[in-house]
């Protein structure tokens, strides 16, 4: 998997298809700060806690394919919780975020679960970033809860890396598991429908029916 800008190199623009991919995790895991690492290598101490949620786009090409990858970072404060539709809505992937170090971090991680079911029609790829690793220095303790957070994971039929936004680790891989298993899951029966208005084409996965297609003003 490789970068991609949305021009051609012959500098003309290509047409993008779209993947939606949200980070759902506890205020403070870690969020913001896995997406500045991703998006441009960046990464700072200090990171401003997110209102409602904040959004990012980053370019890739999968099976030959250029994919705008649209980040929704959430925030994990309760009282934003009435948005949560809005950001769940059409949703290929969901990145979970832990805080490796927090026992309260983990435990909200269930809570992320059940509004994930409440509020999408069939539960999206699943990655979940068990972060802050740099942080831990007892070996041992930190085996025992990336155990607990591995048994979590596989449960709910999801990846886990071990992740660190200061260094880096596990970081892109987590991203490009996320994308490029939405691309393969989806491969028998997805579509990339084209807007007529902004040119784009959006990700939409099973049939479309006779109706939907004079709604949207065409097919593919």
Not at 25 to 48: L, P, Y
Not at 154 to 170: E, L, R, V
Request: with cysteine; charged share 25%; net charge positive.
């Amino acid at each position: 998997m490789s970068y991609s800008s949305e021009e051609s190199s012959e500098g003309e623009t290509q047409e993008r298809s779209v993947i939606k991919i949200i980070l759902l995790g506890q205020s403070g895991c870690g969020k913001t700060s896995i997406v500045m690492r991703w998006i441009d290598h960046s990464f700072t101490e200090n990171t401003a806690t997110t209102i409602g949620a904040a959004f990012y786009l980053k370019n890739l090409m999968i099976d030959e394919k250029l994919i705008s990858i649209r980040l929704w970072d959430t925030s994990g404060q309760e009282r934003f919780k009435s948005l949560a539709p809005l950001y769940y809505r059409e949703a290929a992937g969901v990145i979970l975020v832990l805080d490796i170090q927090d026992p309260l971090s983990f435990e909200k991680l269930q809570y992320w679960m059940n509004e994930l079911r409440t509020n999408c029609n069939s539960l999206p790829i699943i990655g979940l970033a068990a972060n802050k690793y740099d942080l831990f220095t007892d070996q041992q303790k930190q085996q025992e809860i990336f155990e607990k957070a591995e048994k979590f994971a596989k449960n709910i039929n999801a990846q886990i890396f071990q992740t660190s936004a200061k260094t880096g680790k596990g970081v892109e891989e987590i991203f490009e598991y996320v994308a490029k298993s939405i691309v393969q899951k989806h491969s028998s029966n997805l579509r990339f429908k084209k807007n007529n208005k902004t040119g784009q084409s959006h990700l939409v996965v099973g049939k479309t029916t006779q109706k939907q297609v004079k709604k949207e003003g065409g097919c593919c």
